[in-house]
């Protein structure tokens, strides 16, 4: 049952929700912020707050959770298959992968779920936020873990990463998806995701979590991160601390007798991975005693440290050249990088040449050519072979074609390279969304299309190379002149992340070949220059870790490289003894794994530190 969240913090109704007071007892250490159409809901028996009832062997199923009607499915069955995504987007959960043996936790955790959109001032779109307060939270050690979606994932996104982690500990555990998420739009049908999660239409439903600015008669697909035209990104910082703020006010209404909670009396640790990542480092940097620690898995992070490259940069980068090094390269993980994608490599090769970017007169010339390039621009090895993953599910297009609209504020149908967003027909033309396509994105969406029945659709397309016009635009917006790729490249730059608060402990935690982040773009210059300027910040470095634990159920893929979460765990674990007890953070490692070659996973093979 789903019902309203009443708040005693502040009474000033304000649309469908409420707004926090400056002055009430939870936001005395936080800017002001707004929540609004804020719900409710109780979790227990089969349907628990960290798998919704599913456990491991649910989780563990390869067909999603069903909807009994697949074009009106209830909020039940939308959050159960959203924490089912969630984890399986992000986790290594297969037999052998060592997930509930020797790290992790899925027994189930009773308790209640608030939710509610949060505002940033001057934002066009709002954020989702939610908490997860167990029953068996202490109110005598009272605990809050912050937890920003990875990638651009919905309000679950982190629940993997956080939840596992803290609500078997007692401490509630708050979610943001900041700015981003699955609330896709449908332009076709003027319909949109409801605070619930239920599909309403435009100017039926009120509590619309995305309407974009867009044209009339606009067609296709809509969505927050490329489309709000707020920039998400340079907001990240802000979106964690207003989650926790709304954590204090939800922990105000579960435990009235124990209020009120504030950052003088909670804990509250920030924890995330990959954007998630970034999205600490950047509340890292924000003044006031609001944080108390801060654990970044594999962060996406633009720094002033030396070294440091903008995602946008070398994701662009990737597209271009990566195709084309990786034919250089043998015993690339499996798969995608079948013969057919091979082929389509050779073809960039040659367009390459024929370009000047790179030189050679044969295919294995040009594959050398572009291998080399790419190490001279600061790739390694590694972190090329990890990369075949982003190669051949073409990854770096899609990040690229959405972070550009994001970057230069773009809404939609002024994307500078044409590209755009829609269901597709078997032969990849545009069509409309079905009421189930429709019903299921915000359980099924990443929050960066293609997937879960939306496409990606390039203007550009054309032979022999087909997607090379589109993505040598893309690449214009980053090291080409005119009023877009200035507009994008200022966009960029506000999303650079500053030295964390002084005496805040940090730990940083990254593998050595991953192929998404690489370490030599974003941590290792971070890391280097809070160091340099006296910041407690420790840095753990993880051989044989590339940065998609999801995909280590591949026979392939888990042989060859571990999961990251067994350490962002035990990174959690270290920074909680520095709080409770003046431990020191450990030493910054190389951590020296094992591969585990097709055998379950063994505490000999994580090496994690003492």
């Excluded at 001032?121 to 009272?142: E, I, K, M, N």
């Excluded at 927050?224 to 954590?247: C, I, L, M, Y």
């Excluded at 994701?315 to 079948?338: F, Y």
Aim: with cysteine; aromatic share 8%.
């Amino acid at each position: 049952m789903t019902t309203s969240l009443l708040r005693a913090a502040c009474g000033l109704i304000v649309g469908f929700g409420l707004a926090s007071c400056a002055s009430g007892p939870a936001s005395k250490s936080v800017e002001s912020s707004v929540f609004s159409n804020e719900l409710r809901s109780e979790h227990r028996g089969n349907d628990d707050l960290l798998t919704a009832g599913l456990g491991l062997a649910g989780l563990r199923s390869l067909a999603p959770p069903a909807f009994a009607d697949a074009s009106a499915p209830t909020v039940e069955e939308l959050r159960r298959r959203a924490l089912w995504g969630s984890w399986r987007g992000i986790a290594d959960l297969a037999p052998g992968g060592g997930y509930g043996d020797l790290f992790g936790d899925l027994a189930p955790v009773p308790g209640r779920e608030y939710s509610a959109y949060a505002r940033l001032p001057g934002a066009r779109q709002p954020h989702r936020v939610l908490a997860q307060v167990p029953d068996g939270f202490d109110t005598s050690r009272r605990c809050v873990l912050v937890a920003p979606a990875s990638g651009s994932r919905g309000i679950y996104g982190a629940v993997s990463v956080a939840a596992a982690w803290g609500l078997p500990r007692g401490c509630a555990v708050v979610y943001t998806d900041k700015g981003a998420g699955s609330d896709y739009f449908d332009l076709d049908a003027q319909m949109g995701v409801r605070a619930n999660g239920m599909v309403g239409a435009l100017g039926e439903a009120a509590d619309l979590a995305f309407v974009p600015d867009a044209p009339v008669n606009a067609s296709g697909v809509a969505f927050k991160h490329a489309h709000s035209r707020d920039n998400p990104e340079a907001d990240w910082g802000r979106h964690v601390k207003q989650a926790a703020e709304f954590a204090l006010l939800a922990l105000d209404q579960a435990f009235p007798q124990a209020a009120p909670f504030t950052f003088a009396n909670t804990r509250v640790i920030a924890v995330g991975i990959s954007n998630g990542g970034g999205a600490v480092l950047r509340a890292a940097e924000m003044e006031g005693d609001w944080l108390d620690a801060v654990v970044a898995g594999e962060p996406s992070v633009l720094s002033s440290g030396a070294g440091s490259r903008a995602l946008y940069d070398y994701a662009t980068e990737a597209a271009l050249l990566m195709p084309c090094a990786q034919l250089h390269m043998a015993d690339l993980p499996q798969p995608p990088l079948t013969a057919a994608l091979q082929a389509g490599a050779a073809v960039r090769c040659a367009t390459l040449a024929a370009e000047g970017v790179i030189a050679g007169a044969t295919p294995a010339a040009q594959a050398r050519s572009a291998y080399e390039l790419m190490l001279d621009k600061g790739w390694t090895d590694a972190a090329l072979r990890a990369g075949a993953l982003s190669t051949g599910f073409d990854l770096w297009r899609a990040v690229a074609a959405g972070y550009a609209s994001a970057y230069g504020r773009y809404g939609v149908g002024q994307h500078p390279c044409g590209f755009s967003f829609a269901a597709q027909n078997p032969d990849f033309s545009p069509r409309a969304a079905t009421a189930a396509e429709r019903a299921a994105w915000i359980a099924d969406g990443s929050g960066i299309p293609p997937g879960a029945g939306v496409g990606l659709l390039d203007s550009r397309m054309q032979l022999p190379d087909l997607t090379y016009p589109g993505l040598k635009c893309l690449r214009g917006l980053w090291d080409g002149q005119g009023e877009d790729a200035r507009r994008v490249r200022a966009g960029i730059e506000a999303t650079r992340a500053g030295l964390p608060r002084s005496g805040l402990p940090v730990m940083v935690v990254h593998g050595t070949d991953d192929g998404l982040i690489p370490p030599a773009f974003s941590s290792a210059p971070y890391v280097a220059a809070a160091k340099a300027a006296g910041r407690e910040v420790n840095y753990w470095q993880v051989r044989h870790v590339q940065h998609f634990d999801g995909f280590l159920g591949l026979p392939d893929y888990g042989a060859r490289y571990l999961p990251l979460l067994p350490y962002v765990h035990a990174a959690l674990d270290r920074v909680q003894a520095r709080l409770d007890k003046g431990t020191p953070l450990p030493a910054d490692a190389v951590i020296q794994t094992t591969p585990r070659m097709g055998k379950p996973l063994s505490a000999e093979n994580l090496a994690l530190p003492e």
